[in-house]
């Protein structure tokens, strides 16, 4: 049986993952026990909050290093996907630097767009990768005000206000700027595809 872990930290929403993965017969161990992380066969780097604190935990605890330093399947989620990228303009912060990307925040033009993008919304696959290609074109669900623009590294794109990163892909490194554990059956795939990689 695959050992699932999901990293524990002051930004993890990992209640709700631990509910999806349960859903698909799987359990995980939450865990910030460096050990653990590499020794796990997948590791779900969830998060909602905010980036300048999530990254001043990560680098007081030493996870910042040890996420990037994983060479098994790694997925970030949500706020996951943000401090994989180099900086965010969310408090002005470097992050981990896995995805050569900074991280904008999306401003408002008028009434039509919400800020923060909240709710259900398209998915355009552009690079497959890990996602199933029948996703395209189906919902998913979001909530944030930041986002990762379109890069070499980008697997799906969503358009709001601007097109950009729904989910990235690097080596063993995978992330999605959605919420799969709430996004219903659709979310479902992606968190198996995941784990059957």
Same mark, same amino acid.
């Given at each position: 049986m695959a050992q699932i872990a999901i990293v524990k930290y002051n930004a993890g929403n990992n209640f709700s993952?631990?509910?999806a993965l349960r859903r698909l017969g799987v359990d995980a161990v939450?865990?910030?026990d460096p050990a653990q992380l590499r020794d796990a066969d997948k590791v779900i780097f969830p998060g909602v909050g905010e980036a300048a604190s999530a990254m001043a935990h990560l680098r007081s605890t030493g996870l910042d290093?040890?996420?990037?330093?994983l060479a098994q399947p790694v997925l970030g989620i949500c706020i996951g996907q943000q401090l994989m990228c180099?900086?965010?303009e969310e408090g002005d912060v470097d992050c981990i630097g896995i995805f050569d990307a900074d991280v !904008?925040?999306? !401003?408002s033009v008028g009434n039509d767009f919400k800020i923060p993008h909240t709710g259900w919304d398209t998915l355009s696959v552009v690079n497959g990768g890990f996602l199933p290609k029948?996703?395209?074109?189906r919902y998913v669900y979001y909530v944030h005000s930041y986002y990762v623009p379109v890069i070499p590294d980008t697997a799906a794109i969503?358009?709001?206000?601007?097109?950009?990163?729904a989910a990235?892909?690097?080596d063993n490194f995978y992330a999605t700027q959605f919420h799969p554990e709430k996004s219903g059956s659709v979310g479902e795939s992606v968190l198996k595809s995941f784990l059957e990689l």
């Open positions: 993952v631990l509910c939450v865990t910030d290093r040890v996420i990037a330093s180099r900086y965010s !904008k925040r999306f !401003k029948e996703i395209s074109g969503t358009d709001y206000i601007v097109p950009f990163s990235l892909h690097r």
